[in-house]
Every structure is written in C-alpha cells, then in structure tokens.
C-alpha cells in the first residue's frame, strides 16, 4: 500500500462513503473508486463492504486502519512542517496548556499574536499535565505549556519564568480570621480544598496545611485549581494557586497571601524532541517572555 492509497483508505474510514472521501481529498469519486479497487486487487481480500449505513470496513481493513493510522497522522503532521518553512506570514500553531495557563494567561498571548501574525491558525486545548506526553508524541500539537519539568525523556521542557506560589482566600474569610504571628497561620481552622490524584501543586498544598495544622477530615478535593478557586470565592476555604493566577484575582473580593515557606514554581514549554517546533510555533514561544513578564508586573493584592 503506498501513501495515496494509504490517503484514500483513511478518507473512505473517515467519511463512510466514495463521494465524502472524493471531497476531502479534491478528487473525483471514480477516482476514489478505482484507487480503493486497485488497492483491494493488489492486497488480494475486500476492504469496504456496501450496507444501508455507508461503506463498513472488513475485518481486515480494521487491522490496517490500527497500523495505519499513526502513519496517516506523521503525513499530515509533515505537510504541516513543510507549509510552515515555506511560508513566512502564514501556516498554522497548535499549541495545548492546563487550565490555569489557558483561562488567565492565554488569551493575552492570542491577543497579541493575533495582531502580529493575522495569517496563522491557532488551534488550542485545555489539557492536564498527564496528558501532555501522549499530545506531543503523538504530535497532536506542537507545543505545552505547564507548571514544573516534564519528567519523560522525549519531551524537552523550555524555561520561561518562575514565581512564586500564593495562599488565595476569600476576603470575608480573611477578614473573620483571627490574628496570628503570621499571615498564613491565620487560616489554621479555615477548611482547605484540595486538589485530587498526583497534581504537583496538590504537594504544595499538603505541605502549607501541614504548617497551619490544618484540622484533618475528608474536606474537599477537586480535579483543577480553577474549580478550587471557584470554591475559595464562595468562602468555602483556601487554597494555593500560582503566580499568574495570582496576579487575576480582584482584591476587592480576594486576598493573596505569598508563600515564603514554598520554593518557587516555574512555567515550562514542552515540546517533542524528535520535533521542534515550526517557525509559526517558534515566533508564538518568542513572545511568551515578555508577556510574562508583564503579567507579573501586575499587583498582587
């Protein structure tokens, strides 16, 4: 099977049907036909049977379209690549970051580079730290963002800036708390959300629970710091975001107590190392310093 055969076998998958399959690829339906006849003869068994749904693949062509697959995915990936060099002001980036990045960050940097490149594509998504590997190796995009080293040896992680980590509470809360030696040791019998599963900030706010002597119980644990903070803003207890999101929180409605006790944390760039990313996803990565560093730039409440 060679590519173009390997091309119209995963459209007539994708689509179920000759004239779909012709659509995707700008070709003729009798073309589609005779190359999926020819690719039949040549293999020697049947890869599509006709029922009322459309075209079903075999049993055999099943077990191709697992081999295949990744191989289809490696073509588009390098048509990609091949657009980008050629082409100065245009091509596509596809990028992914965890949901804090994505929800207080991002949209600056979109904003900016919307501006500075209004002819590339940007195709973004929110995913968490554990699913990071498998987007990049599988080059689903071409670049992370997330908080900490990537521990897997194919995957490079890029510094970009560090910070430090803040107890975030409500200001009701805080305000009712009693006084104590220190800022943080005033919330000692506030509850505390937490984060679920092996999240490395969750470590974080084990340990500052740990140093107020936080009361133990089954309290509350939550998939993603937003949904924490969104907690936090109902004076429901606190908990330890960083310092991007930090710097987003109202002071009218919140306050951010700086964690001394913790080691500072750092944003990364992850990116596959059999694949660097492309010039339209290189230029995106050169602007994140300096946004960055604006962000930061921001006052903490």
Same mark, same amino acid.
């Given at each position: 099977?060679?590519?173009?055969?390997?091309?119209?076998?995963?459209?007539?998958?994708?689509?179920?049907?000759?004239?779909?399959?012709?659509?995707?690829?700008? /070709?003729?339906?009798?073309?589609?036909?005779?190359?999926?006849?020819?690719?039949?003869?040549?293999?020697?068994?049947?890869?599509? =049977?006709?029922?009322?749904?459309?075209?079903?693949?075999?049993? $055999?062509?099943?077990?191709?379209?697992?081999?295949?697959?990744?191989?289809?995915?490696?073509?588009?990936?390098?048509?990609?690549?091949?657009?980008?060099?050629?082409?100065?002001?245009?091509?596509?980036?596809?990028?992914?970051? /965890?949901?804090?990045?994505?929800?207080?960050?991002?949209?600056?940097?979109?904003?900016?580079?919307?501006?500075?490149?209004?002819?590339?594509?940007?195709?973004?998504?929110?995913?968490?730290?554990?699913?990071?590997?498998?987007?990049?190796?599988?080059?689903?995009?071409?670049?992370?963002?997330?908080?900490?080293?990537?521990?897997?040896?194919?995957?490079?992680? $890029?510094?970009?800036?560090?910070?430090?980590?803040?107890?975030?509470?409500?200001?009701?809360?805080?305000?009712?708390?009693?006084?104590?030696?220190?800022?943080?040791?005033?919330?000692?019998?506030?509850?505390?959300?937490?984060?679920?599963?092996?999240?490395?900030?969750?470590?974080?706010?084990?340990?500052?629970?740990?140093?107020?002597?936080?009361?133990?119980?089954?309290?509350?644990? =939550?998939?993603?710091?937003?949904?924490?903070?969104?907690?936090?803003?109902?004076?429901?207890?606190?908990?330890?975001?960083?310092?991007?999101?930090?710097?987003?929180?109202?002071?009218?409605?919140?306050?951010?107590?700086?964690?001394?006790?913790?080691?500072?944390?750092?944003?990364?760039?992850?990116?596959?190392?059999?694949?660097?990313?492309?010039?339209?996803?290189?230029?995106?990565?050169?602007?994140?310093?300096?946004?960055?560093?604006?962000?930061?730039?921001?006052?903490?409440?």
């Amino acid at each position: 099977m060679n590519l173009r055969q390997l091309e119209v076998f995963q459209a007539v998958l994708q689509t179920g049907n000759m004239s779909a399959a012709a659509r995707l690829l700008c /070709i003729t339906p009798s073309a589609v036909s005779k190359a999926v006849a020819h690719t039949e003869l040549q293999l020697g068994y049947r890869l599509f =049977v006709r029922t009322p749904a459309g075209l079903t693949p075999t049993p $055999e062509a099943q077990v191709l379209a697992a081999e295949s697959t990744g191989i289809h995915r490696q073509l588009d990936a390098l048509r990609r690549t091949a657009r980008n060099l050629g082409t100065s002001d245009t091509g596509d980036v596809r990028l992914a970051a /965890i949901p804090s990045i994505t929800h207080e960050f991002l949209p600056r940097v979109l904003q900016e580079h919307a501006l500075r490149y209004p002819q590339v594509g940007v195709e973004v998504r929110t995913i968490h730290q554990d699913q990071m590997t498998q987007a990049l190796l599988t080059r689903s995009v071409d670049f992370c963002l997330g908080f900490y080293k990537h521990p897997h040896p194919q995957v490079r992680s $890029e510094l970009l800036v560090s910070g430090r980590m803040y107890l975030a509470v409500a200001q009701a809360v805080w305000t009712r708390a009693p006084r104590a030696v220190t800022p943080a040791a005033r919330l000692a019998q506030v509850p505390v959300i937490r984060l679920v599963g092996d999240d490395p900030m969750r470590q974080s706010i084990d340990e500052i629970a740990q140093r107020l002597g936080t009361p133990a119980g089954p309290g509350l644990q =939550v998939q993603t710091s937003r949904l924490a903070l969104d907690l936090v803003r109902r004076g429901m207890g606190w908990t330890v975001v960083d310092f991007l999101t930090a710097t987003q929180l109202d002071p009218q409605a919140m306050v951010a107590v700086e964690l001394h006790e913790l080691p500072p944390m750092s944003l990364y760039s992850y990116h596959a190392r059999a694949l660097p990313p492309g010039l339209p996803a290189t230029r995106m990565l050169a602007m994140l310093p300096g946004l960055l560093h604006q962000a930061l730039s921001a006052k903490v409440a």
